[in-house]
């Protein structure tokens, strides 16, 4: 049968939260063998998220980690200062790793399964998970709207990937963006040390995590030799709440038991 995808998201609690969740899950139920494991930046989980997912019709586990409050991005901080969603991505590898653990290297482990980060704000095709599904260490491809370029891309030639296409660093281990690889469970079973940092240096996350699981050299390069682009990191405009917070000081404000 298919090797099953595990797609760990990170998440926290805003306004725009149950959209992108309603919008990724719609990209998700169109994809076999998919697992979604979902963990709130969050101290307990919120009514929202279990019931959202309760509803889905996606296969899934709902997990939690909360930022340690020292390594939360504080209001009017530069986005880039701290990592994002390192502490929930290494729940949810914590959760895959105890749950191979308690298979007895059965279910989980001989499965060919692979793992994939996806951010809740970015676009999927659902052409990528079938680039990814027959990874064997870790897939690479190209990813749109990032890093202040049209694209970053693996450079590929013969058939391997020999340095990176992108406007920053191209010397950092791994100079690519979360959603632009996956890596096969059975690699990250068999390191058991691998996780993200969440200390690491601005644009150093992935390394960090990579740089223990593979090499260069190493790297399957998927999207026709990393020429097509088939996920974009897309951010989402905050939304504006001038007239809510006018209207909430005349006691107008819009009925808070109606979930956004
Ligand atoms: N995230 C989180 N807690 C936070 C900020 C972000 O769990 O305090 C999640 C967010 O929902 C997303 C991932 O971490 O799935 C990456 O965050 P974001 O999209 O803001 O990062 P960027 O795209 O700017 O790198
Ligand atoms: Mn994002």
């Given at each position: 049968s298919l090797p099953t995808i595990y797609v760990i998201t990170p998440t926290y609690a805003r306004l725009v939260q149950k959209a992108e969740l309603t919008r990724l899950s719609h990209t998700f139920?169109?994809?076999?063998h998919l697992h979604w494991i979902v963990v709130e930046d969050s101290p307990s989980p919120t009514q929202l998220v279990t019931n959202f997912l309760a509803m889905s019709g996606l296969t899934y586990t709902h997990l939690h980690m909360l930022t340690p409050k020292d390594r939360k991005l504080q209001e009017?901080?530069?986005?880039?200062l701290k990592p994002r969603g390192a502490e929930q991505r290494n729940e949810g590898l914590r959760w895959l790793r105890e749950k191979a653990a308690a298979d007895g290297g059965k279910?989980?482990?001989?499965?060919n399964a692979v793992i994939y980060f996806a951010d809740d704000d970015n676009t999927y095709s659902l052409q990528l998970f079938e680039e990814m599904r027959?990874?064997?260490?870790a897939s690479v491809w190209p990813v749109g709207l990032v890093g202040a370029m049209k694209f970053e891309r693996p450079v590929v030639e013969n058939g391997k990937v020999v340095r990176f296409h992108t406007g920053?660093?191209?010397?950092?281990?791994f100079p690519i963006d979360m959603a632009g690889f996956a890596v096969s469970l059975n690699l990250v079973l068999a390191n058991p040390?691998?996780?993200?940092?969440?200390?690491?240096?601005?644009?150093?996350l992935e390394s960090s995590f990579l740089q223990n699981l593979v090499t260069m050299e190493e790297l399957e390069p998927k999207a026709d030799m990393c020429t097509k682009v088939l996920v974009w990191h897309t951010r989402t405009e905050k939304p504006k709440m001038k007239r809510e917070e006018a209207l909430i000081k005349q006691g107008l404000g819009s009925d808070p038991n109606v979930e956004v």
């Open positions: 139920l169109h994809v076999p009017g901080d530069p986005h880039w279910g989980l482990a001989f499965d027959y990874t064997k260490k920053w660093r191209p010397n950092r281990p040390e691998a996780c993200f940092d969440g200390n690491a240096e601005m644009g150093f």
